[in-house]
């Protein structure tokens, strides 16, 4: 998406200090999202979560729950506004918490960019690029390609941002192709 500077999964919402994947006590896997609000809104950015789940399921544990972690009280109506209009359409109870922010820890490495990670022809090209593990995951590139991977962006927006992304013409033209094929499909 547009706007969006760079995302990392992670642990939020527990006390347990410094989570892993095998030791997460009472925190739910999450994703950090740095975005550019003067490109693309928090009111989007909630339009588009509450579009990627169902928020009318049950979380079967606290570490698959779905939640929004307000940083502010705007943040904190926003969320409560869209959660209820949305309640309001769908005609039921909407079970996706609504929970303060206190704090956010970075999983590991092997959790980063987990479709990027699937498909070795584009993780090959990026990590030429950014071969340190934290420059590619705190990456711009790797953050789009990563979400264009698992089928967000639409064609018109990839083919703007496909020459920052440093890809080889090859491997554009089959981003392009992947990206284009989901959109007709979707």
């Known amino acids: 998406m547009d706007g969006i500077i760079r995302t990392r999964v992670g642990y939020a919402g527990g006390k347990k ?9 009472d925190h739910t896997e999450t994703i950090q999202i740095d975005y550019d609000p003067a490109i693309i809104s928090y009111r ?3 339009d588009v979560f509450w579009s990627s789940h169902d928020p009318k399921s049950r979380s079967w544990s606290t570490q698959y729950k779905a939640a929004v972690f307000y940083h502010n009280d705007e943040q904190q109506r926003l969320a409560v506004e869209t959660r209820d209009r949305l309640g309001d359409k769908l005609g039921g109870t909407i079970h996706t918490e609504i929970t303060p922010y206190s704090g ?28 340190e593990e934290g420059d590619f995951v705190n990456s711009t590139a790797a953050a789009r390609l990563n979400g264009y991977l698992a ?8 083919r703007k941002l496909l020459p920052d992304l440093g ?17 007709r499909h979707s």
């Open 44 to 46: 989007q950015l909630l």
């Open 104 to 131: 956010f820890y970075m999983a590991e490495d092997y959790h980063q960019k987990y479709r990027l990670r699937g498909n070795t022809d584009f993780l090959r090209e990026i990590k030429a690029i950014y071969p």
């Open 151 to 158: 089928g967000y962006g639409r064609p018109e927006e990839v």
């Open 17 to 25: 200090p410094h989570p892993t994947y095998h030791s997460l006590g």
């Open 167 to 183: 890809l080889s013409p090859e491997t554009q033209a089959r981003l392009l192709k992947i990206v284009e094929r989901r959109h």
